[in-house]
Nanobody, 115 residues
Framework: QVQLVESGGGSVQAGESLRLSCAASGRTSSLNRIGWYRQAPGKERELVAVVWKGGFANYADSVKGRFTVTTYSAWGMVYLEMNSLKSEDTAVYYC?????????WGQGTQVTVSS
């Protein structure tokens, strides 16, 4: 089993930055990708960014050039650097990890961007 704990959400003005953290514990060595999804009110949950164990990363078109997903230290600690935030980035952000056919979710952290 894997547990995911997010932190770093908050309220900011448009144009400002935030960094989200996701700490994975448990069988982290079995994970092949860790990433971030978000869900805005009335909308479906969507992929924001994901980093694979080898370091390759994918981003949603809406955040390319503004968000960066990284794992600076040991595999299992993943960060989402969010710059030039927009009001449409307002959502609950969830950490997501996958190991083979298993998917794990964190509890979510709220990001609110005011214009």
């Amino acid at each position: 089993q894997v547990q995911l704990v997010e932190s770093g959400g908050g309220s900011v003005q448009a144009g400002e930055s935030l960094r989200l953290s996701c700490a994975a514990s448990g069988r982290t060595s079995s994970l092949n990708r860790i990433g971030w999804y978000r869900q805005a009110p009335g909308k479906e949950r969507e992929l924001v960014a994901v980093v694979w164990k080898g370091g390759f990363a994918n981003y949603a078109d809406s955040v390319k050039g503004r968000f960066t997903v990284t794992t600076y230290s040991a595999w299992g600690m993943v960060y989402l650097e969010m710059n030039s935030l927009k009001s449409e980035d307002t959502a609950v952000y969830y950490c997501n990890a996958r190991s083979g056919g298993l998917t794990f979710w964190g509890q979510g952290t709220q990001v609110t961007v005011s214009s």
